[in-house]
Protein backbone atom coordinates (compact mmCIF):
# COMPACT_ATOMS: atom_id res chain seq x y z
CA UNK A 1 0.00 0.00 0.00
CA UNK A 2 1.86 3.50 -1.03
CA UNK A 3 1.71 6.32 1.35
CA UNK A 4 -0.80 8.60 -0.28
CA UNK A 5 -3.35 5.85 -0.03
CA UNK A 6 -2.52 5.46 3.87
CA UNK A 7 -2.41 8.92 4.39
CA UNK A 8 -6.17 9.42 2.23
CA UNK A 9 -7.90 6.54 4.43
CA UNK A 10 -6.54 8.23 7.47
CA UNK A 11 -7.95 11.56 6.67
CA UNK A 12 -11.19 10.46 5.72
CA UNK A 13 -11.57 8.13 9.21
CA UNK A 14 -10.76 10.91 11.25
CA UNK A 15 -13.10 13.63 8.71
CA UNK A 16 -16.01 10.78 8.98
CA UNK A 17 -15.59 9.69 12.57
CA UNK A 18 -15.77 13.45 13.90
CA UNK A 19 -18.26 14.50 11.41
CA UNK A 20 -20.73 11.72 13.11
CA UNK A 21 -19.91 12.98 16.31
CA UNK A 22 -21.09 16.44 15.39
CA UNK A 23 -24.29 15.37 13.31
CA UNK A 24 -25.60 13.50 16.39
CA UNK A 25 -24.67 16.31 19.04
CA UNK A 26 -26.06 18.73 16.81
CA UNK A 27 -29.39 16.58 15.95
CA UNK A 28 -29.84 15.70 19.47
CA UNK A 29 -29.52 19.35 20.39
CA UNK A 30 -31.92 20.54 17.97
CA UNK A 31 -34.43 17.94 18.57
CA UNK A 32 -37.53 16.73 21.01
CA UNK A 33 -34.36 14.72 22.51
CA UNK A 34 -32.32 17.53 23.35
CA UNK A 35 -32.10 16.61 26.92
CA UNK A 36 -29.79 13.68 26.22
CA UNK A 37 -26.22 13.50 25.94
CA UNK A 38 -24.58 11.27 23.07
CA UNK A 39 -22.98 8.92 25.69
CA UNK A 40 -26.83 8.45 27.03
CA UNK A 41 -27.80 7.91 23.67
CA UNK A 42 -25.53 5.03 22.68
CA UNK A 43 -26.54 3.73 25.94
CA UNK A 44 -30.18 3.90 24.81
CA UNK A 45 -28.78 2.14 21.42
CA UNK A 46 -26.58 -0.93 23.52
CA UNK A 47 -29.91 -1.69 24.86
CA UNK A 48 -31.89 -2.00 22.16
CA UNK A 49 -35.42 -2.69 21.50
CA UNK A 50 -35.87 -6.55 23.30
CA UNK A 51 -35.66 -4.99 26.80
CA UNK A 52 -33.99 -7.97 27.63
CA UNK A 53 -30.58 -7.08 28.95
CA UNK A 54 -29.63 -6.79 32.49
CA UNK A 55 -27.34 -3.73 33.05
CA UNK A 56 -23.78 -5.43 33.00
CA UNK A 57 -24.40 -6.95 29.24
CA UNK A 58 -25.34 -3.46 29.00
CA UNK A 59 -22.01 -2.09 30.88
CA UNK A 60 -20.46 -5.17 28.67
CA UNK A 61 -21.31 -3.75 25.12
CA UNK A 62 -20.37 0.02 25.63
CA UNK A 63 -17.06 -1.48 27.58
CA UNK A 64 -17.76 0.84 30.83
CA UNK A 65 -18.07 -0.25 34.31
CA UNK A 66 -21.25 -0.87 36.47
CA UNK A 67 -20.89 2.48 38.35
CA UNK A 68 -20.86 4.23 35.22
CA UNK A 69 -23.77 2.51 33.32
CA UNK A 70 -25.65 2.97 36.96
CA UNK A 71 -25.19 6.77 37.05
CA UNK A 72 -25.94 6.89 33.48
CA UNK A 73 -29.48 4.36 33.73
CA UNK A 74 -30.43 6.38 36.91
CA UNK A 75 -30.53 9.60 34.96
CA UNK A 76 -32.24 7.97 31.63
CA UNK A 77 -34.84 6.53 33.93
CA UNK A 78 -35.82 10.12 35.55
CA UNK A 79 -35.55 11.51 32.22
CA UNK A 80 -38.11 8.64 31.06
CA UNK A 81 -36.23 6.57 28.19
CA UNK A 82 -35.81 3.61 30.34
CA UNK A 83 -37.20 1.49 32.73
CA UNK A 84 -36.22 -1.27 34.87
CA UNK A 85 -37.83 -4.23 34.69
CA UNK A 86 -37.82 -7.05 37.36
CA UNK A 87 -38.35 -10.51 36.40
CA UNK A 88 -42.03 -12.17 37.45
CA UNK A 89 -40.15 -15.56 38.46
CA UNK A 90 -37.08 -13.86 40.24
CA UNK A 91 -37.74 -10.07 41.49
CA UNK A 92 -34.01 -9.72 41.92
CA UNK A 93 -33.10 -10.23 38.38
CA UNK A 94 -33.31 -6.45 36.75
CA UNK A 95 -34.00 -5.57 33.22
CA UNK A 96 -32.98 -2.70 31.16
CA UNK A 97 -36.24 -1.71 28.99
CA UNK A 98 -37.08 1.30 26.78
CA UNK A 99 -40.03 3.47 27.15
CA UNK A 100 -42.41 4.29 24.16
CA UNK A 101 -39.57 7.89 24.28
CA UNK A 102 -36.62 5.51 24.29
CA UNK A 103 -37.49 3.35 21.55
CA UNK A 104 -38.70 6.47 19.15
CA UNK A 105 -35.49 7.85 19.94
CA UNK A 106 -33.90 4.40 19.64
CA UNK A 107 -35.40 4.56 15.77
CA UNK A 108 -34.78 7.68 15.13
CA UNK A 109 -31.11 6.97 15.50
CA UNK A 110 -30.79 3.64 13.94
CA UNK A 111 -32.59 5.05 10.79
CA UNK A 112 -29.43 7.73 10.17
CA UNK A 113 -26.96 4.81 10.91
CA UNK A 114 -29.22 3.17 7.87
CA UNK A 115 -29.31 5.88 5.77
CA UNK A 116 -25.46 6.36 6.29
CA UNK A 117 -24.61 2.57 5.40
CA UNK A 118 -26.83 3.04 2.99
CA UNK A 119 -24.98 6.02 1.38
CA UNK A 120 -21.53 4.64 1.85
CA UNK A 121 -22.88 1.20 -0.54
CA UNK A 122 -24.77 3.26 -3.12
CA UNK A 123 -22.98 3.01 -6.46
CA UNK A 124 -20.94 -0.12 -5.61
CA UNK A 125 -20.80 -3.24 -7.04
CA UNK A 126 -21.08 -6.70 -4.61
CA UNK A 127 -17.48 -7.40 -4.76
CA UNK A 128 -16.85 -3.61 -4.07
CA UNK A 129 -18.84 -3.77 -0.82
CA UNK A 130 -17.54 -7.17 0.08
CA UNK A 131 -13.96 -5.25 -0.07
CA UNK A 132 -14.81 -2.46 2.03
CA UNK A 133 -16.55 -4.96 5.20
CA UNK A 134 -13.29 -6.60 4.63
CA UNK A 135 -11.54 -3.46 5.51
CA UNK A 136 -13.75 -2.63 8.38
CA UNK A 137 -13.95 -6.03 9.56
CA UNK A 138 -10.08 -5.55 9.96
CA UNK A 139 -10.05 -1.87 11.38
CA UNK A 140 -12.80 -3.46 14.24
CA UNK A 141 -10.22 -6.57 14.98
CA UNK A 142 -7.33 -4.30 15.64
CA UNK A 143 -9.37 -1.88 17.56
CA UNK A 144 -10.57 -5.11 19.78
CA UNK A 145 -7.19 -6.21 20.44
CA UNK A 146 -6.27 -2.90 21.26
CA UNK A 147 -9.21 -2.55 23.59
CA UNK A 148 -8.06 -5.95 24.91
CA UNK A 149 -4.52 -5.32 25.96
CA UNK A 150 -6.07 -1.99 27.48
CA UNK A 151 -8.58 -3.72 29.51
CA UNK A 152 -5.60 -6.05 30.79
CA UNK A 153 -3.76 -3.40 32.19
CA UNK A 154 -6.77 -1.64 34.48
CA UNK A 155 -7.47 -5.48 35.25
Same mark, same amino acid.
Given at each position: ??Q???????????????? %???????????? @???? /?? %?????? %???????? $????????????? $??? $??????????????????????? !? !?????? /?T????L????????H???? @?????G?????????????R????? /??? %??????????
Open positions: MDATIEEMNDYLVMIFNE %ILLIEESSLKES @EFSD /LS %IKEMHT %IEAIGLTG $TLSSSEVAKKLSI $TMG $TLSVSIQNLVKKGYVERVSLPED !R !RVVRLK /LQRGKLYRLHRKFFNMV @EQTLNLEDEEAAVLVKGLNLHLF /LDN %IKAKLNQKDA
